[in-house]
């Protein structure tokens, strides 16, 4: 297929990056790229790129990541709660400020022949004459918006809150770090990306800001403004990682995170892009990877077929089932942040083990392969041993086979076979009454998408109730995939903390790393693998 004329609205990395891989491919096409903001004028921090993503960028374009490579601050990772820390090794993680991202692609969109159009802002109406359009027109996207139904828009907003901010000083790792205030807990997620400046995004719970009064001063801060008071707060709340150090403000003020949904990515010769087409919760650093990983698969399709329909349709064929699996760990991800206050009280090597676990995308067998030392003092924390008795290769059985003493009961080891369920277990009651002879654990079927949400609520506080009624603890059901297996999980972590009812959970065999880092990670004492087959 060849291609005259190639219009791309949005000048940040998935734009930019389009626009020269695109050029690259169709050398006699005119690519021109529109961008209605300044690059004087370019706000944010600092952008983390992956070891894969650096891969497939490699892939696609060494020259312009071999720049990217080199304008970046590789950094590991560490967890730090009160006095305790624990530091993760993150191999190719890097930081790089978005200004000198920019800066990059924008040198390689214009060694490969893309006029840079910026200060102009474009809408699809306007441009017939391209037999292209790419929407790479970011989060607010007027392309999205003009035309939302044509691509099934839907927007989830999100219960916390967060800000991006900046510090003059580069942190020597990343630090992720809870801060408790008068008014409640705030934490930051904070990295390294220049020799003289860090990232520093803090977010918080909904309660936690409006008795902070944020919602007041968020009301007050225009649109180009940061917020003053909350920065002026935050520096204070965070003095101790700061290290004298001040928060920088770039319109930076508090907001709720929208995750961007569409039923359909193409309209015609128009195809949408990066955050124009899905957003992914900031706390798996997707945003840009996503952005400039369609751009890649963009061009793939194109230069494989033979038409321009069938190359979008392509396109989103191949590349959904990515952006869709990236958004449900970026979902899991965002629910765990946003009760991360409640599982501080964990030692920090175990905490890390949780984090590393929370959405499945990291086994803990492969956590222990990367980190051992941490692995090891993580485990060992939960199994009452010394890290040296812990073994790196099979920790995964060696979790399950630690044995467990809760009340009065003991087991030899965490797996309980499925024939143990009709055993031990009695349906969940109606109501508070007391356990059957010989069957004290409620079995409850878990069908929750959030198990922090309202319902959730609900549900705990009836198997609270239960417990006071004499029910030792509860066996967590429900569909048999990893995803509701990872929920179940989650709520078993809440009754284990809010209940001290003793918690099974059973899932697919095929789970089994799942299940031992639910048990490593203090979000269920017992478990019970199913086959499926």
């Given amino acids: 297929m060849r291609l005259q004329s190639i219009a791309v609205l949005g000048g940040g990395p998935g734009g930019l990056y389009a626009a020269r891989l695109l050029k690259l491919a169709h050398p006699d096409a005119t690519v021109r790229l529109y961008e209605q903001g300044v690059p004087e004028k370019t706000f944010g921090f600092g952008v983390a790129l992956a070891g894969r993503t650096q891969r497939n960028l490699e892939e696609a374009d060494a020259a312009s990541q071999a720049d990217i490579i080199a304008a970046g601050r590789r950094h590991d990772m560490r967890m730090v709660v009160g006095d305790q820390a624990a530091r993760v090794h993150n191999g ?13 692609l924008e040198r390689h969109a214009e ?97 936690t800001w409006r008795a902070a009064g944020f919602d007041v001063t968020t009301e007050a801060t225009g649109p180009d403004e940061s917020d003053l008071t909350a920065l002026a707060y935050l520096e204070k709340a965070f003095a101790e990682h700061l290290d004298g150090h001040r928060l920088i403000g770039n319109r930076t003020r508090w907001l709720r995170f929208r995750t961007v949904h569409c039923e359909r990515w193409t309209r015609g010769n128009a195809v949408l892009l990066g955050d124009a087409a899905h957003t992914a919760h900031y706390s798996v650093g997707s945003g840009t990877k996503l952005a400039m990983e369609d751009a890649i698969a963009l061009c793939d399709a194109i230069a494989e077929e ?7 349709a392509r396109y989103e064929r191949e590349r959904r089932p990515q952006v869709r699996r990236i958004q449900e760990l970026a979902r899991r991800s965002m629910l765990w942040w946003d009760s991360f206050p409640r599982r501080t009280n964990l030692p920090v ?23 051992p030392d941490i692995v090891r003092r993580g485990v060992a924390r939960f199994a009452d041993v010394e890290p040296t008795h812990v073994p790196v290769e099979g920790v995964v059985d060696w979790v399950l086979g630690r044995p467990l003493i809760h009340a009065d009961r003991q087991w030899a080891g965490r797996v309980l076979p499925a024939t143990d369920r009709d055993r031990l277990t009695a349906p969940l009651p109606d109501g508070t009454t007391p356990p059957p002879s010989g069957a004290d ?93």
């Fill in 349 to 371: 090597d175990q905490l890390m083990v949780a984090y590393m676990t929370r959405t499945g995308n990291v086994g803990l067998q492969r956590f222990a392969d990367t980190n």
């Fill in 441 to 533: 654990l409620a079995r409850v079927t878990v069908v929750l998408d959030d198990p922090w949400s309202t319902g959730a609520d609900a549900l705990v506080k009836k198997l609270h109730d239960l417990t006071l009624a004499g029910w030792a603890g509860f066996w967590l059901t429900g569909p048999a995939d990893r995803r509701h297996l990872l929920t179940r999980l989650d709520v078993g972590e809440r009754l284990r903390a809010e209940t001290g009812g003793l918690v099974v959970v059973d899932g697919p065999s095929s789970c089994l790393d799942d299940l031992a880092a639910g048990v490593a990670a203090a979000r269920t004492d017992l478990v019970c693998p199913i086959d499926t087959v």
């Fill in 306 to 312: 033979s038409d321009l329909p069938t190359a979008l």
């Fill in 92 to 104: 190719p993680l890097i930081g790089i400020a978005r200004t000198e991202l920019l800066a990059v």
């Fill in 111 to 207: 060694a490969a022949g893309v006029e840079l159009h910026y200060g102009f802002r474009h809408r699809l109406d306007e441009l017939d004459d391209a037999d292209l359009v790419v929407a790479a027109d970011g989060v607010n996207s007027q392309t999205r918006t003009d035309h939302a139904a044509d691509f099934g828009t839907h927007i989830d907003v999100a219960d916390g809150l967060y800000l991006w901010a900046g510090a003059d000083f580069a942190l020597d790792t990343a630090v992720f770090a809870p801060v408790t205030t008068a008014h409640g807990t705030f934490v930051t997620h904070a990295y390294p990306y220049a020799p003289d400046r860090s990232t520093f995004l803090i977010e918080t719970d909904e309660a």
